[in-house]
C-alpha cells in the first residue's frame, strides 16, 4: 500500500443552533478579533448572533473582507490584531473571510506582511488559535491549512499546518441566506474539490472514500438547494459535503482544474465555484485522453465511478445555470495566452496524475472556448 500521512487537528462541531454554544468551545481568551465580509453576516443576523454569544468577552470586529481577498484586506486585519493584544481570531463568512482571518491569526505572531509569507519561503511561528465559522457551503476551509490570497491578478494558494482552525462550528441554518447563485457556486466549488482529491495523486484510500461520499452527496443535495433555499435539510447535507471536501483537500490538494479556474476569476471576475465549474467537463476530458503514461489505468477506473454517478457531468452543471463553454462568460482567444501563464508552474500540476505540458493548458482551454 501506498505510504500517507493522516493530519486533522480540528475539532468540528456540526449541527443546528450550534453558533450559540461557541462559548463553550473557546480557549482561555479575552479579547477576540472577529474577520467577517461587508454585508451577509449583518444582514442574516450570524454576526449579531455571535457577539450576543460572546458578550463575556471584548470583541473586536474587522468587516472587510472583499470576495477573493487582497493583500491589502490581510494586512489592514494585521494591523488590528497586532495593536490590540488580539487572543483569537474568528473568520465568520465564506471562505474569503476564513482565508483572510486564518492569514491575519498568522501575522498576529509572526512579523512582516502576508507577502513575505506567501511564496513559502518565510518561515512561521504558530499563528494565533483560529475559529472558523463557515456561511457557505463550499470552500471547505473551516477544516484545512490552506488560505487563498489575491496579489494582482494573480491568486496564491498557502499552506501550513499552523493554520488548520481549533474549531470549525458548522451551522446549517447560517447558509439558508445564500442567494440561488451564491448557493450553487459555492456548491460546485464543493464538488471539485472532492473529485480533484479524489483524482490527485496524493489521494489515499481513506479520502478516496471521503471524497465519493462527498461527491454522491453533492449530486443528490445541491439541485435540491438550488431549487428550494429553505430546505434546511438539504441545507445541512451540503454543508456537511463542503466540509467533507475540504478534509479531502487538507490530504491531496486540489489539481489541474482548480488551477484553470483562477484565471476566470482574477480577469473576468468569475466567482470561485462557478469558474471551477465551467472548466469541469474540459479537465476531466483532458484526464481521460491516453498518453500511455503509468497511472492511466487506475485513473480511468475513478474518473468511469464519477461518470457513473452523474451521467452526463455537463449536463449536471448546465442544469445547475453555470455554462461550460468560456465564450459565455465573454472569454476569447486572445485570453488564452495570459490564462496559461497564469496556470503554468502552479504547485496544483505537480499532484495532477498527469503529466502536464503547456500546450495541454492551451489546448484545453481552447477546446473550452
Ligand atoms: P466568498 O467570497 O466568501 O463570498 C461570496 C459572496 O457570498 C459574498 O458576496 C458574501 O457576502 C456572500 N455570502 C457569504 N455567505 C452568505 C450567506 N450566508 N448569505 C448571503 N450571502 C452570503 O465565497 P466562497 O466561495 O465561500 O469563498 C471563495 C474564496 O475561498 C476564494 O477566495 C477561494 O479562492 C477561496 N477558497 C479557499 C479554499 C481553502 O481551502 N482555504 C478552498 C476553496 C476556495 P459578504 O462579502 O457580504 O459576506
Ligand atoms: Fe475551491
Known sequence: MKKFEYFSPTRIVFGEGKLQEIASFLPPVERILVVTGRSSSKKSGALDLLKTSLKEKTLFIFDEVEENPGLETVNKGTHIVRK????????????????????IALLAKNDGLIE?????????????????????????????????????????GYSNQ???????????????????????????????????????????????????EAIRITKEELPKVAQDGENLEARSRMLYASMLGGLVISRTRTIILHALGYPLTTFYGVPHGRANGALIPWALEFLSRDVGGQNFEPLQEKISSIVKIF??????????????????????????PRFVKDVWGRRNLEVTPKEVKQEDIENIYKRAL
Not at 126 to 146: C, F, N, R, W
Not at 319 to 330: A, E, F, K, V
Request: hydrophobic content about 35%.
Open 116 to 156: 513575505d509569507y506567501l511564496g513559502g519561503d518565510k518561515d512561521a511561528y504558530s499563528p494565533l488559535p483560529i475559529i472558523e465559522i463557515p456561511t457557505t457551503a463550499g470552500t471547505g476551509s473551516e477544516v484545512t491549512q490552506h488560505a487563498v490570497i489575491t496579489m494582482g491578478s494573480h491568486k496564491k
Open 311 to 336: 451521467g452526463d457531468i455537463n449536463e449536471f452543471i448546465n442544469n445547475l445555470g453555470i455554462p461550460t463553454r468560456l465564450s459565455d462568460y465573454g472569454i476569447t482567444q486572445n485570453d488564452i
Open 84 to 103: 490590540e493584544k488580539i487572543g483569537l481570531v474568528i473568520g465568520l463568512g465564506g471562505g474569503s473571510p476564513m482565508d483572510a482571518a486564518k492569514c
Open 162 to 212: 499552523g493554520i488548520f482552525p481549533k474549531v470549525a462550528i458548522l451551522d446549517p441554518k447560517l447558509t439558508l441566506s445564500m442567494p440561488q447563485d451564491i448557493t450553487v457556486n459555492t456548491g460546485v466549488d464543493a464538488l471539485t474539490h472532492s473529485i480533484e482529491g479524489y483524482l490527485s495523486i496524493l489521494a489515499t484510500p481513506e479520502s478516496d472514500n471521503v471524497a465519493v
